[in-house]
């Protein structure tokens, strides 16, 4: 058996990757179909009635329109491309056929997110990639802080699932369906009933807040953003997948597709906005002093996100959805190159350990190089740039047009995005240019770990089979470098082609067919913006020092991203000295942004601890309280089974006596009840 085992274990690889490539490709051609004038609305594909019981009608059935459709490519198609490179980087792991099986799963459950018609379907998708995302997080299941990692991911992940749970219940209540397109098409004649005298409900109010407790878990947003950074304790083909196309792409689909639910709440949207724009920030200062070379783009997606929740958060969901799919071409590359450079090492990670190993690793150090200027947003030329400035721009016209929250939230995308620029380059600059340094990892001993993924060195490295090396090598080009190429390709060009060829400017209207919503939360078709609300005024359109909002921005944050990558080169090829010096004389904030702000310690402190005690108080009463009553109420039969014991003589004329005796005096206090 175990040899057959390790005959048919090569086969896992191909299996998963040709399954999620085929799912691609159908994909794509259903979107195709999907083209056609007359279905551009939508198609729902109902398989079976999956739950029925009285009123309530929930059936395994699929949504397709356009956003699914796109959601689907970058799962599916990006997906695939990180199962081709997992199958080099995990060659030689025990575990090989256990990691793809993960692996598929976790894309069968992110379909089935993204295709559901109704909420439930929905949930069971969404619960799936948890539990998938708990199993490869922790796929180190013999490291002890793996396990830590994964349970962090899984616990946190429950609550903001307790609170879209909740929110599902209140839909139902509301509504009467969990069908999404029913529930939506009523909310959307609510919302343009708001200006005719209707006034929303305390469960119109409410639901969006709950909504959005779910989206700010999957999607790593202040305050439930901890469990990301931990997640690189799983293999780097985890993290390119979880951070990339699957996971924390979730909640900002959920909010995109449920856009109707929130605007019926004056609050909703602006909460979403600023907390997005918040944590963009915060993430992005984190990454400034992050050390960790899978690290730094760990802190970097978590802000990414930050900004696609300020897309949907100023209903610019275009933009949302379309640095959606940017981002998981340029983050796929960054961390799939990351690994290779880990690989190199044998698993280190400290980035202060490494420098000029473009000299060792040319073809994954310009590989890199692509993916750090578009998320950078290096104008013009990068994916990044277009999305994340369409973002900002309709941000800043928003703001402009009277909602005054949205300029406060420009104001954090626009440090933001300076902040990136430096701290990407930070990272490459560090690895790739000035004099050559390395310094190999040890896979199975690290005294002083910065974070979870140090102390797993990707523990993964001690079991891949490419030959011994003493020094940094490049990797094979299959299967590893090849996948790599159409993410570098998509990191360049899909930006400059989702705006000008406006790919994205029909998502709404193909999602919700609906004219209000559709004139608020979508456009650019003329590069700036073309939606108008019901009083002629474009909400995406506005002035700024005589310059169209969207051109003042990408002028701004083109300056900024030069200044940012300038700054970089300066301070980390060109005089890493003063930097140094530098350093030591802001050693507080450098110490305060090392550890995080001291986030983790603090939710130990104010959270783990206090229910850690409770925990133990609960033990000691279950123990010496409930199971000595249970003890007690147990007793009295036990005294009686022991008394009629010694009856038990073997003998069958006594056995039926007493059962003759029992059932005459059973009879004779039946009597006297029914004498009474």
């Known amino acids: 058996m175990i040899a057959l085992r390790d005959k048919l274990q090569p086969l896992a690889a191909p299996i998963c990757a040709g399954a999620i490539g085929a799912s691609f490709v159908i994909a794509m051609i259903v979107w195709m179909t999907l083209s056609i004038p007359e279905n551009k609305v939508g198609l729902t594909v109902n398989f079976y009635d999956w739950m029925a019981f009285g009123d309530f009608r929930v059936g395994f059935s699929y949504f397709l329109d356009s956003l699914t459709m796109i959601m689907l490519g970058v799962v599916c198609g990006v997906g695939c491309l990180i199962a081709i490179y997992a199958a080099g980087y995990m060659k030689g792991d025990p575990g090989y056929w256990r990691f793809f099986t993960y692996m598929a799963l976790f894309i069968f459950a992110m379909v089935t997110l993204v295709t559901a018609d109704n909420l439930v379907l929905l949930f069971l998708g969404w619960e799936g990639v948890g539990v998938c995302s708990y199993l490869l997080i922790g796929y180190y299941y013999d490291k002890p802080l793996a396990v830590a990692a994964a349970k962090k991911a899984f616990i946190v992940n429950r609550i903001g699932d307790f609170g879209f749970l909740l929110g599902i219940f209140l839909c139902y209540q509301t509504y009467g369906t969990v069908e999404i397109s029913v529930m939506l098409a009523e909310a959307r004649e609510n919302v343009a009933a708001l200006g005719e005298g209707y006034t929303a409900t305390t469960a119109d109010l409410w639901i969006p807040f709950l909504l959005m407790i779910g989206a700010f878990g999957k999607s790593a947003q202040i305050p439930l953003y901890v469990w990301l950074p931990d997640a690189m304790a799983g293999p780097t083909p985890v993290s390119a997948l979880v951070h990339a196309a699957t996971m924390v792409t979730a909640g900002v689909y959920l909010i995109a597709r449920c856009i109707p639910l929130f605007e019926l709440s004056p609050a909703a949207l602006p909460t979403v906005a600023v907390i997005g724009g918040c944590t963009a920030l915060f ?23 930050g900004y696609m929740f300020v897309g949907v958060g100023c209903l610019s969901i275009d933009g949302a959805v379309f640095h959606l799919f940017t981002h998981a071409f340029f983050k796929a590359l960054l961390f799939l190159t990351a690994g290779s450079v880990m690989h190199a090492l044998a698993g280190q990670l400290d980035i202060r350990t490494m420098g000029g190993l473009r000299h060792k690793m040319p073809v994954t150090c310009w590989l890199m190089f692509v993916g750090c200027l578009s998320l950078a947003g290096f104008p013009f030329i990068t994916s990044g740039f277009w999305s994340k400035d369409l973002i900002l721009g309709d941000a800043l016209a928003y703001g402009l047009n009277g909602h005054s929250v949205y300029l406060f939230v420009t104001l954090l995308g626009v440090v933001t995005a300076f902040l990136t620029a430096f701290y990407t380059f930070r990272l490459w600059f560090t690895v790739f240019m000035g004099e050559e340094k390395f310094e190999m990892g040890d896979e199975h001993h690290h005294d002083t770990p910065e974070t979870p993924e140090a102390e797993h060195a990707e523990g993964d490295e001690a079991h891949h089979d490419h030959g011994h090396h003493d020094e940094p090598h490049e990797m094979p080009w299959l299967p590893m470098n090849a996948p790599l ?35 608020l939360a979508s456009g650019h078709g003329d590069g700036h913006g073309y939606g108008h609300d019901d009083h002629g005024h474009d909400p995406h359109h506005a002035y700024l020092l005589g310059l169209d909002a969207h051109d003042f921005m990408i002028i701004l944050s083109s300056l900024l991203a030069i200044a940012g990558i300038g700054l970089a080169a300066f301070f980390f090829w060109f005089n890493r000295a003063l930097t140094a010096k530098i350093a030591t004389s802001l050693s507080p904030i450098v110490k305060l942004l090392e550890n995080k702000y001291y986030i983790d310690e603090l939710y130990d402190y104010a959270f783990v601890q206090p229910l ?27 005294m009686i089974g022991r008394g009629v014991r010694p009856a038990r003589s073997g003998r069958l004329a006594a056995y039926s006596l007493s059962m003759v005796t029992g059932i005459a005096v059973l009879a004779l206090l039946i009597f006297m009840a029914v004498a009474r």
């Open 283 to 305: 993430a992005a200062t984190i990454a400034l002093c992050c050390n960790d070379l899978k690290g730094v783009f760990a802190y970097s997606t978590v802000s990414q996100l």
């Open 485 to 519: 190429v159409p993410l570098a390709i998509g990191a360049i060009i899909f930006g400059v082609l989702g705006y000008k060829l406006h790919w994205f400017e029909n998502i709404i209207t193909h999602s919700t067919a609906d004219p209000v919503t559709a004139s």
């Open 612 to 638: 850690r005690r409770l925990g133990g108080l609960f033990y000691v009463v279950d123990s010496l309280v409930i199971n000595n009553l249970i003890a007690l109420v147990a007793w009295a039969p036990s």
